[in-house]
């Protein structure tokens, strides 16, 4: 294998949690009376900080948020997390799998990301291998998160392959210089059209690209 080490996004690559999450949200907006499509949300929140995907609401609404607003996302997200959130299909397997390191970097805070891992039965694998972007202060698509998991792992850019679900998450890993492999787990391969970089539909297809990268 031509890497040494896989950094996975969380949210929708590990996790299957942008639908909740987008659902949460829409339901919240709605009931201040913001009209948000369900497709609309995921369009626009997915990939994104909160912060970027409360700033559109906002924008929408034409007036701050009640003050509470990001504080009853977090505590409705994490019921709704663990009563429904289910890990990427296959991901069990393939990460059994990997004869080299990895670890996840990801936009949510170190908290959800720790929660959301051990709700799925995924949390062993990534032992002192979590990074988020709360931990310094800087989001995707700036670079940083994976410049940062790449230090801490032990590895150069070059030595490493982001996989990744949003186009705000490629463009982060591009801009650092990473490689990385474009994970549609939805069916909008619009997401990455014309896009230079491979893509894949499962775990099973992305087992097979992480092989073949040689």
């Given at each position: 294998?031509?890497?040494?080490c896989v950094i996975f996004d969380c949210d929708g690559v590990l996790v299957d949690s942008e639908a909740i999450s987008s659902a949460v949200l829409t339901?919240?907006?709605?009931e201040l009376g913001i009209e948000i499509s369900h497709e609309e949300a995921l369009e626009n929140f997915t990939g994104k900080s909160l912060k970027y995907s409360l700033n559109?609401?906002?924008?929408?609404?034409?007036?701050?948020?009640p003050a509470d607003f990001e504080h009853q996302f977090r505590v409705k997200s994490f019921e709704q997390f663990a009563l429904n959130l289910q890990p990427i299909d296959?991901?069990?397997?393939l990460l059994n799998s990997l004869t080299i390191p990895f670890c996840v970097a990801s936009s949510g805070p170190r908290e959800k990301i720790i929660r959301n891992l051990t709700t799925t039965n995924l949390i062993h694998h990534f032992q002192g291998k979590i990074f988020s972007s709360y931990d310094i202060q800087s989001w995707k698509p700036e670079p940083d998160i994976f410049l940062h998991a790449a230090k801490n792992m032990g590895f150069k850019v070059h030595e490493c392959i982001v996989v990744e679900d949003s186009a705000t998450g490629i463009q982060a890993a591009q801009s650092g210089g990473f490689d990385v492999i474009g994970f549609v787990n939805d069916g909008n391969t619009e997401r990455f059209k014309d896009e230079n970089f491979p893509i894949c539909f499962?775990?099973?297809?992305?087992h097979e690209l992480l092989h073949k990268t040689h």
């Amino acid at each position: 294998m031509k890497y040494k080490c896989v950094i996975f996004d969380c949210d929708g690559v590990l996790v299957d949690s942008e639908a909740i999450s987008s659902a949460v949200l829409t339901e919240m907006a709605n009931e201040l009376g913001i009209e948000i499509s369900h497709e609309e949300a995921l369009e626009n929140f997915t990939g994104k900080s909160l912060k970027y995907s409360l700033n559109y609401i906002e924008t929408k609404f034409g007036q701050s948020l009640p003050a509470d607003f990001e504080h009853q996302f977090r505590v409705k997200s994490f019921e709704q997390f663990a009563l429904n959130l289910q890990p990427i299909d296959g991901i069990h397997a393939l990460l059994n799998s990997l004869t080299i390191p990895f670890c996840v970097a990801s936009s949510g805070p170190r908290e959800k990301i720790i929660r959301n891992l051990t709700t799925t039965n995924l949390i062993h694998h990534f032992q002192g291998k979590i990074f988020s972007s709360y931990d310094i202060q800087s989001w995707k698509p700036e670079p940083d998160i994976f410049l940062h998991a790449a230090k801490n792992m032990g590895f150069k850019v070059h030595e490493c392959i982001v996989v990744e679900d949003s186009a705000t998450g490629i463009q982060a890993a591009q801009s650092g210089g990473f490689d990385v492999i474009g994970f549609v787990n939805d069916g909008n391969t619009e997401r990455f059209k014309d896009e230079n970089f491979p893509i894949c539909f499962s775990m099973n297809e992305l087992h097979e690209l992480l092989h073949k990268t040689h």
